[in-house]
Structures are given as C-alpha cells and as structure tokens.
DNA sequence: AACCCGGGGGG
DNA sequence: CCCCCAGGGTT
C-alpha cells in the first residue's frame, strides 16, 4: 500500500502538466476551476479559467455579476446549471459566511454544484484535508489495478470504489496523492488505449496480471439518445440591426441562455411536413446538434420584420450587443452561416 | 435507482 | 459510430 502511494507520487513530479490551478491554494480559484472541470476535458476549460479569473478575481466579485454576464462567459462550455450554481453559491457564501471561503469537506459540500468529488478536490488541494477525490479518473484506475468488476455507475460501486480510494489515501499528502491518481489516469491510464509500457506499476496492477484491462472499469450502460426537432423563426430587422431572441425557462437543455421563437416536434414526419410549408422561402438553414443524450435536428426560417416591438416573449437585441446574451451552441452555429444576418457572432 | 443536463475529441 | 471527460441535481 505504501509503496503503491510513493510510486504514484514520484511519477507526478516527474510528468505532472502545468495547470494554472496548480500555481494556487486559494480555495476561490480551486473551486472554480473544479465546476469548470467537470465533465469537461483540461484542454477545453482551461481558456475558461482564465477568463473567469480574470473577470472575477474574487469570490466577492463573481457574487456581484449578474447571471446573464456569467452564463454569457461560460457560453459552449455546456451543462449550463454549473455557471447558475456557482453564481447561487457565491451569493451564499458573501451572504451567509461573509465573504470566508468554507474551509472543510462538510461545509464546502453544502455549496450549490459542489457534491462529493468537488468537496473533496478543495478540501485536499485548499486546506489538506485527507478526503479522498473519486472522479472519472480514479474509478478507472483503481478499477484496473485492484481488477475490480463491480460497475463504477451502481450505487455499489460508487459506495465500494470510494472506500478504497479513502483507505489508500496518502493522508499526509492528501493533496498531492489526489491530484497524481487523477493526473495519472489523464495521462497514462487512459480509458481506451492505456499506456502500459509507460506504467510505473504494472507489477501491482492486478488487472494487466490479468489481461482485463480492456474490461476496466464496468459500467452499466445508459437509455437511448432522445431525437428532437426544432423549427426556429428567426425575426431580424435588417435597418434596424434587431434580432429578436427568447429566453429559455423552462426545465430543460440551456436554460435561461436565449435562443429565437420556435416550434418543437417530436415526430420527424411531422417535422418534414411543416418544413414544406416553407419551401418558396429563400432564406433556410438547416442543421443538426449533437448532445450526450438528445440529437436535434433544427430548420431555422429566416422572418425579415421592420418592427421594434413584437411581443413581451421576444426582446429585440442589437446584432452588436448579441454577445451580452447567452446563446447555445447550436444558435451561435446558425449565426455563423446565415449571411442575412452579418457580423452577428 | 433512474434520469437529466452540453459540447468536444479520441479511437 | 461509440465512449469519455477533474459530476451534481432532481425525481
């Protein structure tokens, strides 16, 4: 056990990246940069980072934004409830601990978007509190090396997985310990193509004793991608430069980012047909969007207007304030393309 | 326990 | 095409 933990230790001095968040122990820039990480790769939320930082250099600061300039920041990273969490829980914290950024696993772990991964990632990295992180990273790789098969996504995993991950904690170092298993997951057991013949402990990794790696770790697979098809109308007026937008409310993808008026099907058929109706217009776009879980397919129809005003549902936005609003990915797509509508993006 | 929430990249 | 990523919240 001990000899695991040193040989962790020594390889991430060795090959650790040099991460911004690394340079800091202020739990403010710790936390941010854990939501910002969440699900989402080093190499696409680092940018993030250091605009957020740089926006809001303390937790006082980011307290004080407004949602839509937050929301706006984080515009592409998705899984937008982490941006209006972190905005919910800086107001908590200069409202109820008076600006004192909470110290320890519990208290961090009463924190909106911070659940038990994140608590433990501050805590260590913060303050060296011996909490053990469980990520993406260490189920895989103490999956391999104690060649354990119990699926990482059943509550018996998470509950097995996290134990051993605390009992093998370097508990005087728990910060360094932390962020070598997950830097060595990164980088050497990687989920697919694992680089063994890189692997300081292959001796002690029970799964590469037993050729299972390609099995490691098991998880239980997940329903069907749900198809959605959008039909947008974009009103724009071209003299005036308005576009008007809708704001997102309801308990779904991008919520409170703005996207324009439009319809919903659930049935492709229905969806084609409606499209036809709008065969003899010169301006369309259509195009599909991925998600982990939904695909949309969405036809946008170009509605030139001269109106300032067209109900309280759309709020007209100039093409060169556009950039205050967050938008999906998708509709900043569609901007993208649509030549009607220059220099919008 | 099951489901929901984005977008991008590797293989 | 499928899977995963410094996960957490809701039902």
């Known amino acids: 056990m001990v000899h695991f933990q040193e040989t962790l230790i020594s390889w991430y001095l060795i090959h650790k990246r040099d991460l911004p968040w690394r340079e800091t122990r202020d739990p403010y820039k710790i936390w941010l940069s854990e939501i910002i990480l969440q699900q989402t790769r080093v190499v696409q939320g680092t940018s993030y980072y250091l605009k957020f930082i740089n926006e809001f250099p303390t937790v006082k600061d980011l307290s004080e934004s407004s949602e839509q300039k937050i929301l706006s920041l984080w515009q592409g990273l998705g899984y937008y409830s982490r941006a209006r969490n972190l905005h919910a829980a800086a107001k908590e914290i200069i409202k109820n601990n008076e600006g004192v950024f909470p110290s320890n696993y519990n208290d961090l772990l009463k924190l909106k978007g911070v659940g038990p991964y994140t608590a433990a990632a501050i805590s260590s990295f913060s303050f060296n509190e011996a909490k053990a992180v469980v990520d993406g990273n260490v189920f895989r790789v103490l999956s391999r090396i104690y060649d354990i098969s119990t699926p990482i996504n059943s509550s018996q995993g998470v509950k097995d997985?996290?134990?051993?991950?605390?009992?093998?904690?370097?508990?005087?170092?728990?910060?360094?310990?932390?962020?070598?298993?997950?830097?060595?997951?990164?980088?050497?057991?990687?989920?697919?193509?694992?680089?063994?013949?890189?692997?300081?402990?292959?001796?002690?990794?029970?799964?590469?004793?037993?050729?299972?790696?390609?099995?490691?770790?098991?998880?239980?697979?997940?329903?069907?991608?749900?198809?959605?098809?959008?039909?947008?109308?974009?009103?724009?007026?071209?003299?005036?430069?308005?576009?008007?937008?809708?704001?997102?409310?309801?308990?779904?993808?991008?919520?409170?980012?703005?996207?324009?008026?439009?319809?919903?099907?659930?049935?492709?058929?229905?969806?084609?047909?409606?499209?036809?109706?709008f065969q003899n217009e010169k301006h369309t776009v259509s195009l599909s969007h991925k998600l982990t879980h939904q695909h949309i397919m969405a036809f946008f129809v170009l509605c030139p207007t001269i109106k300032k005003k067209i109900n309280k549902e759309l709020v007209p936005v100039k093409i060169n304030e556009l950039k205050t609003y967050p938008i999906p990915t998708l509709i900043k797509k569609y901007l993208e393309q649509e030549p009607e509508i220059p220099n919008s993006v």
């Open 161 to 277: 997985f996290q134990e051993l991950a605390q009992s093998i904690l370097n508990k005087s170092d728990p910060a360094t310990h932390n962020q070598a298993i997950m830097e060595f997951g990164a980088l050497v057991c990687t989920p697919k193509a694992p680089k063994c013949n890189k692997c300081p402990m292959t001796l002690e990794c029970s799964s590469f004793k037993n050729d299972t790696i390609k099995m490691r770790p098991v998880k239980i697979r997940k329903g069907t991608v749900r198809s959605r098809f959008f039909i947008y109308k974009v009103f724009y007026n071209s003299p005036e430069k308005l576009l008007f937008l809708k704001k997102r409310k309801a308990k779904d993808i991008w919520q409170n980012l703005y996207d324009f008026d439009h319809q919903e099907f659930t049935k492709k058929e229905l969806f084609d047909e409606h499209i036809q109706t």
